[in-house]
């Protein structure tokens, strides 16, 4: 049988059973989509969502990137379904109008002389796990890039394909329609716990308008909020809010073939349209509150600007037009999502701490998931290895390509 999950099996029996997902984001509407999708699953599938609005969706508030620039090969086969997702979505999705607004082109990273080695080690990694990269020397960044001031680099890496950016918004309106087309109804609550039996499995979810709702599997999606549900069934998540100010600026003088640049000192930009994005690095990167969405205006004069136009020199008479801060549900541990089973609560799935990179990662893990509680098994990417097991193991799978 033919599906979004590939040549699947027969199983003989479909699964039945309801699914409770707390929070209708990204990742939580793929998961939606993708169950409801499956051909082995006739169950009910209930999305609680408190904001059906998104306004401050970490899906709608990001800016809707996606690479293969990884250091883990997993995040490499992650985002790669991603970007074949996103590319294919007009017929996954059955939305032959659907326009994601995907424009792909590449990340640069930048490096000087004390990262050329590390960028070259991943750039290594990358080749073998399929990602066209290209490594460049300063010279031939200058003559790539003309625009860019390369005197204090040593190297840059970028991609043939594979890369680009979207519409975050869109995606996740998608998703959902999708579901709900398949059978998924969305509730505007919130899920403010886990009630778990006496063989400790999750047996309902207390919402905070309509009470007790029974379930056979739970997803805790709430990104930054996930915490907070998590210990409710127990469960500890070393995950945070974390806010990132995305300012939008205009540049009188044209910066032609443009990707996304990430400067070595932690700042990044891209082109929007006829304007451009960037966020300055986080000096210090304080926990925040998950209602905090407070623009620090003051960061594009003091932090931003500076480090934009020592980059980019034409970038000296930039002008802010508008800007808008957004949360990373942040992994402090490794900087990786938690995925799966929770421990010693098998039908608690958990889909957490992304650390920014949800929105292009949300159509492999809203995949795995579903596979998962249809299979008992991950199908297509093996996504074991982020199993909160290892948190249990102090044994941290690092992603240290985080932007």
Request: proline letters at 6%; charged letters at 20%; a negative charge.
């Amino acid at each position: 049988m033919l599906s979004n999950f590939g040549t699947i099996p027969a199983m003989g029996a479909r699964l039945t059973g309801k699914v409770v997902i707390a929070g209708g984001g990204a990742i939580g509407s793929a998961c939606a989509y993708f169950l409801t999708s499956c051909p082995d699953f006739s169950g009910e599938v209930l999305v609680i969502e408190p904001d059906p609005t998104y306004r401050e969706a970490a899906s709608t508030r990001s800016a809707s990137s996606i690479r293969q620039q990884f250091s883990t090969p997993l995040n490499i086969d992650i985002s790669r379904f991603g970007m074949e997702f996103l590319r294919d979505a007009p017929r996954r999705l059955e939305d032959a109008r659907l326009d994601l607004g995907l424009l792909e082109s590449s990340y640069l990273f930048l490096a000087t002389s004390q990262g050329r080695d590390t960028l070259a080690q991943r750039a290594t990694l990358q080749r073998e796990h399929a990602v066209e990269v290209r490594l460049w020397d300063r010279a031939e960044l200058a003559t790539r890039y003309p625009w860019l001031h390369t005197e204090d680099l040593a190297a840059g890496c970028d991609t043939l394909r594979g890369e680009g950016w979207f519409d975050g918004h869109a995606l996740l309106a998608a998703l959902r329609r999708a579901g709900e087309q398949g059978g998924a109804r969305y509730l505007r609550d919130s899920v403010i716990g886990f009630e778990r039996s006496a063989e400790g499995r999750v047996a309902g979810v207390l919402l905070e308008q309509r009470g007790r709702i029974d379930c056979d599997y739970a997803i805790n999606a709430a990104g930054t909020r996930s915490a907070a549900l998590a210990a409710t069934a127990g469960i500890r998540l070393p995950v945070v809010a974390r806010k990132r100010n995305v300012f939008v600026f205009t540049c009188p003088v044209a910066i032609p073939h443009c990707p996304l640049v990430i400067d070595p000192s932690g700042l990044w930009f891209r082109p929007e349209g006829n304007r451009f994005l960037c966020g300055p690095p986080q000096d210090p990167d304080p926990d925040v509150s998950p209602q905090d969405f407070e623009v620090d205006l003051a960061a594009f004069e003091t932090r931003a600007w500076p480090l934009l136009a020592h980059r980019v020199p034409a970038f000296e008479a930039v002008r802010m037009t508008s800007a808008w801060a957004g949360h990373y549900d942040y992994n402090t541990f490794d900087q990786n999502a938690f995925i799966g089973p929770a421990p010693g609560v098998g039908n608690l799935l958990l889909a957490s701490g992304f650390s920014g990179h949800g929105i292009q990662q949300s159509p492999a893990i809203g995949r795995g998931l579903a596979e998962h509680i249809c299979y008992g098994e991950y199908r297509t990417i093996d996504l074991s290895p982020l199993s909160y097991a290892r948190y249990l193991a102090n044994a941290p799978l690092r992603e240290l390509n985080i932007i």
